[in-house]
Nanobody
Framework: QVQLVESGGGLVPAGGSLRLSCTAS????????MAWFRQEPGKEREFVAL????????NYPDSVKGRFTVSRDNAKNTVYLQMNILKPEDTAVYYC?????????????????WGQGTQVTVSS
């Protein structure tokens, strides 16, 4: 079992930055691929960033590439999402997620463990 707790959301003006954190319980954190998703009301959960267990590989959709950076500190069981040049369309609840195994997955249904979510609101 992996339990995830996010923090760092809030209200920020357009062009601003936020850093989200997600801390995991358990001793197998480094064996899990971690991802960030976001969800607006009435919409499907959307992939935002992925990082492999070692941290060597990351991936992003075009909508956030160049603005968002995912990283992890396995010694602290924590994954981060640095969000820069935020836009109003980035407003959503952001979730971190974890899955075991080596296959890279980008759909929310493929992730086993989820945090409670943290609200990010970008004002125009």
């Amino acid at each position: 079992q992996v339990q995830l707790v996010e923090s760092g959301g809030g209200l920020v003006p357009a062009g601003g930055s936020l850093r989200l954190s997600c801390t995991a319980s358990g001793r197998t954190f480094s064996s899990h691929t971690m991802a960030w998703f976001r969800q607006e009301p009435g919409k499907e959960r959307e992939f935002v960033a992925l990082i492999t267990g070692s941290g060597r590989f990351t991936n992003y959709p075009d909508s956030v590439k160049g603005r968002f950076t995912v990283s992890r500190d396995n010694a602290k069981n924590t994954v981060y999402l640095q969000m820069n040049i935020l836009k109003p369309e980035d407003t959503a609840v952001y979730y971190c997620a974890a899955r075991s195994g080596l296959i890279l997955e980008y759909h929310f249904s493929r992730y086993e463990y989820w945090g409670q979510g943290t609200q990010v609101t970008v004002s125009s």
